[in-house]
């Protein structure tokens, strides 16, 4: 199975400044068809996950231009440019490239 | 507007059976892959399997594969996880979503169940 790594698992981050979250995969998570398939989701509290960012780099339909993400092979980041209260939650990258798909351990945002 | 929504929370005992179900609507459920994902407290998110509605297709997470069943029924636009003999340890959050990607493949999951809390206690 791909192993999905993120760090930190844990970010304070101070409303209005910028935050990062870094997640890596065991195996290049490009596709034999030239797509790579890694996706960031939120989780805010006591709700399901949410699509962010899909193939890498792409929003998904309504989700705030302070969100974007980067990355290739085996090393992906997610960016909020700038931090609101609603961004509070548990970030997910997951890979579904190769079978079984896989998700990272989740990176915890709260406001310091 | 794309819809998923999911039966409600069930309590059972080990050794008995389940079907959660997942309606959708606001999009041809025949033309994308359903997927089912488990969340507990100390695994986090895993992925469970998928199903093709448009012709059954499936494929499973070899860690639960035999351990639960996954269908469609196109005539209600609806999702199915099973289990025949329930154990403590599928207590869980049991969430669906549409799959969606390239050429109806299932790359990324884009609408979400709001999940099914699933107690297996006796």
């Known amino acids: 199975d791909v192993v999905m790594s993120q760090t930190p698992l844990s970010l304070p981050v101070t409303l209005g400044q910028p935050a990062s979250i870094s997640c890596r995969s065991s195996?290049?998570?490009?596709?034999?068809?030239?797509?790579?398939?890694l996706s960031w989701l939120q989780q805010r509290p006591g709700q399901p996950p949410r699509l962010l960012i899909f193939?890498?780099?792409r929003r998904f339909s309504g989700v705030p231009d302070r969100f974007s993400a980067s990355g290739a092979g085996t090393d992906f980041t997610l960016k909020i440019s700038r931090v609101e209260a609603e961004d509070v939650g548990i970030y997910y990258c997951?890979?579904?490239?190769?079978?079984?798909?896989?998700f990272g351990p989740g990176t915890k945002v709260d406001i310091k | 507007e794309v819809q998923v929504v999911q039966s409600g929370a069930e309590v059972k005992k080990p050794g008995e059976s389940l079907r959660i179900s997942c309606r959708t609507s606001?999009?041809?459920?025949?033309?994308?892959?359903i997927g089912w994902v488990r969340q507990t407290p100390g695994i986090g998110l895993e992925w469970m399997a998928i199903?093709?509605?448009?012709?059954?297709?499936?494929r499973y997470n070899p860690s639960f594969q035999g351990q639960v069943t996954v269908s469609a029924d196109k005539s209600v636009s609806s999702a199915y996880l099973q289990w025949n003999s329930l154990q403590a340890s599928d207590t869980a959050i049991y969430y669906c979503?549409?799959?969606?990607?390239?050429?109806?493949?299932?790359?990324?999951?884009?609408?979400w169940g709001q999940g099914v809390l699933v107690t297996v206690s006796s």
């Open positions: 979503a549409r799959c969606s990607g390239h050429s109806s493949g299932c790359h990324y999951f884009d609408y």
């Open positions: 606001g999009y041809r459920f025949d033309t994308y892959w």
């Open positions: 199903v093709y509605p448009g012709d059954s297709d499936t």
């Open positions: 195996q290049s998570l490009l596709h034999i068809d030239g797509n790579t398939y």
């Open positions: 193939n890498v780099s």
């Open positions: 997951m890979q579904a490239t190769r079978l079984p798909f896989t």
